[in-house]
């Protein structure tokens, strides 16, 4: 299935304009399941009606848009007169400063990211040499993206020769850690506690990570239940397991880093087999046994 653009735009350095088409790079809902409401009587689909409390139902053309000033009072305002406040810089992502990435902090970022893509051999070269000079100096670029009449703070970084592009939370709606330290107690820690908790981080700790190994357990189970009500038999769920009453930190501790060292045992036991299982000959012939070349 062809990718479709989300949007079509210019990203603009200086007096450099690219023209560059959007995808977006997170699929928010793939691999969700959504339920809908139904009327418990007769399972009919409940609707929702815009209503206006004098005249009731009223059509979408009838809607228009209205910023409250004060109690019950509204200025209108309408769709031609938010097309001309808009004007030529819709759809553009205007670079206004480059930083490294380590000056932005992580919880600025939002799952709204998308990849820039140059649109037509125009943009091919200017594009190329941006993602080039990003990428080599090791830097971002933090610009303006104006869209459906809203300004967002977004970072452009370099990857494997496309731009990504992520919408950066407003400042005014990230709280600021010192909103939640008065929150921490002053507690002691003893070297003992520290070298055991470092040993269980370690017992965790990989080089890399598949994260495509990581799976929504419960809208698996939430699957397996609907496919099995359809067929009209119902799943029998396993007991709980309860969670051992912690007692001692150490004593937890401990029992921790043994159970992590077991578990890592066992996956890098399984790992080999696997690996001993690809590397054998596919038509080995077992002991007794005639191969077919004989």
Not at 65 to 82: H, M, N, P, R, T
Not at 169 to 191: C, I, K, R, Y
Request: glycine share 4%; aromatic share 6%.
């Amino acid at each position: 299935m062809a990718l479709r653009s989300s949007w079509k735009g210019f990203l603009k350095l200086s007096l450099v304009s690219v023209p560059v088409k959007s995808f977006s790079a997170v699929s928010a809902h793939e691999g969700e399941i959504h339920f809908h409401q139904l009327h418990d009587k007769c399972h009919s689909r409940i609707k929702y009606v815009k209503t206006c409390p004098k005249h009731g139902a009223v059509p979408a053309d009838e809607i228009v848009s209205g910023y409250e000033y004060a109690k019950g009072e509204y200025i209108v305002i309408s769709e031609q007169e938010l097309e001309e406040l808009r004007g030529d810089q819709e759809r553009s992502v205007t670079i206004e400063t480059i930083i490294p990435i380590t000056e932005i902090d992580p919880v600025f970022l939002t799952s709204r990211i998308s990849y820039l893509v140059p649109d037509g051999k125009i943009g091919q070269k200017p594009y190329a040499l941006i993602e080039k000079c990003l990428n080599v100096e090791d830097v971002v670029a933090l610009a303006r993206l104006t869209l459906n009449g809203k300004d967002d703070l977004v970072m452009i970084k370099p990857l494997q020769g496309l731009l990504m592009m992520t919408v950066l939370n407003p400042s005014l709606q990230v709280m600021a850690v010192d909103s939640f330290t008065s929150e921490l107690a002053d507690v002691a820690v003893s070297s003992a506690e520290v070298k055991m908790t470092k040993t269980l981080i370690d017992a965790f700790r990989h080089d890399t990570a598949d994260l495509s190994s990581y799976k929504d357990r419960y809208t698996e189970q939430l699957t397996e239940l609907i496919e099995a009500k359809a067929k009209g038999k119902e799943i029998v769920q396993p007991p709980s397991t309860e969670e051992p009453d912690v007692i001692n930190l150490m004593e937890a501790l401990k029992k921790s880093v043994a159970f992590a060292k077991s578990n890592s045992n066992k996956t890098t036991t399984q790992a080999v087999e696997k690996k001993s299982t690809k590397s054998a000959p596919r038509h080995a012939a077992s002991p007794g046994r005639k191969s077919k070349t004989a």
